[in-house]
């Protein structure tokens, strides 16, 4: 079992801050997959929507496992 | 402050601290879980063009008498209703033996395209978008699709409409 040392203040607002980036990068990212399924969709391509909606899942996914991220690193913080 | 022997702080404290290091945390931390619901709306968003596209696929429609050979002369209009009371189109005979027929509804924002003789083409009145009346695709303006189109079917006198293609993918 790892040690628990809890994170200093100022390191631990630099990860949420690196995560938050990243939370942002990616739903950039979905933003444009949306639109971009909308548009084919629109244009009657219709085998673009499973490739779509598989990708938004994983972008979803990846989100959640940063917020995941970011709350352990506040409770970390908060013991400290 | 421990709260029943849970080793959190109570949900007040943690939301709305004294201190204003914690502040940040706050905020950060709020503004975290807003970005995540955001990507959750877009997920939703996706399965719901996906579930659309499955049903769209499955969609039949149906075989409908529009109009007559002798309803048009060359280079007149008429409009219908297909493949719902809602959906308008327009049937225009382009030729001797040639009818075409469109959507009504213009692929920028919606309005309704009407067929200008002079100009051979569907015209959108909103914000001068220009369609082909031979095929429904952009001539100019801001439309970033061609319109959908009915596909027909002449049997005897009679002009049916048989489905709708959209760009080109036959959904009949
Ligand atoms: S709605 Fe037709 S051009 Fe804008």
């Known amino acids: ?80 | 402050m421990k709260l029943l022997g849970q080793n959190r702080e109570p949900l007040w404290k943690e939301e709305f601290s004294v201190f204003a290091n914690d502040e940040r945390y706050v905020s950060r931390r709020q503004f975290a879980k807003f970005l995540v619901l955001t990507s959750f709306g877009m997920l939703v968003g996706n399965v719901w063009l996906l579930l659309k596209s499955v049903f769209l696929r499955k969609e039949q429609y149906p075989r409908q008498a529009i109009a007559t050979v002798a309803d048009l002369a060359v280079g007149q209009s008429k409009t219908f209703s297909y493949p719902t009371a809602d959906d308008r189109c327009v049937l225009i005979r382009t030729g001797e033996r040639r009818y075409v027929a469109f959507s009504q509804k213009c692929t920028h924002l919606s309005c309704a395209v009407y067929y200008s003789r002079d100009e051979n083409a569907l015209v959108c009145p909103c914000h001068k978008g220009y369609f082909s009346a031979q095929d429904g695709s952009v001539l100019q303006g801001p439309p970033p699709r061609p319109l959908p189109r009915i596909v027909l079917e002449q049997v005897g006198d009679a002009l049916i409409a048989r489905g709708v293609q959209v760009n080109g993918g036959s959904q009949s």
């Open chain 1, 1 to 80: 079992m790892r040690s628990h040392s809890p994170l200093p203040r100022q390191r631990g607002l630099t990860a949420i801050s690196g995560a938050l980036a990243l939370i942002i990068l990616l739903l950039i990212v979905q933003i444009w997959l949306l639109t971009a399924s909308l548009e084919s969709f629109l244009a009657g391509h219709l085998s673009v929507a499973v490739p779509g909606a598989i990708a938004s899942a994983l972008i979803f996914l990846a989100c959640l496992g940063l917020y995941i991220f970011i709350l352990r690193v506040d409770r970390e913080v908060q013991q400290d």
